[in-house]
């Protein structure tokens, strides 16, 4: 699946991914293992206390322009230091995670179906 096109949980799932951790289901929710502890996936995409150290650690760069937009999406625009990819966004988070995850992952990834 094109990382463009990721958002909510199978966006979040892509991030713990870019940032080493293992992924994985007890059939009812996403956990990752943490300082040897099972916790929730966090919500990198829509909490700032999860995605925005991210965001400072990378020296990812956010931008809004509406002069760029596509007619169909907002234009928030991520990119990081030194690589040239721009990525877009409906919410900053949105385009600095799928940005993070590009960067760490590439344009594609394989995403478990229960998350699409």
């Known amino acids: 699946m094109r990382v463009d096109d990721l958002t909510g949980a199978a966006l979040d799932w892509a991030v713990a991914k870019a940032e080493g951790f293992e992924p994985f289901t007890d059939t009812v929710s996403w956990l990752i293992e943490r300082d040897g502890e099972y916790v929730g996936?966090?919500?990198?995409?829509?909490d700032w206390a999860q995605g925005g150290p991210i965001i400072e650690r990378e020296k990812i760069d956010l931008e809004w322009d509406i002069t760029r937009a596509l007619p169909e999406r907002v234009a928030w625009?991520?990119?990081?230091?030194?690589?040239?990819?721009?990525?877009?966004?409906?919410?900053?988070?949105?385009?600095?995670?799928?940005?993070?995850?590009?960067?760490?992952?590439?344009?594609?990834?394989d995403v478990p179906k229960e998350l699409l």
């Open 41 to 46: 996936l966090p919500q990198y995409s829509t």
């Open 77 to 109: 625009f991520a990119q990081l230091d030194l690589d040239p990819r721009e990525v877009i966004g409906e919410t900053p988070l949105e385009s600095a995670m799928r940005c993070y995850v590009v960067a760490k992952l590439g344009d594609e990834i």
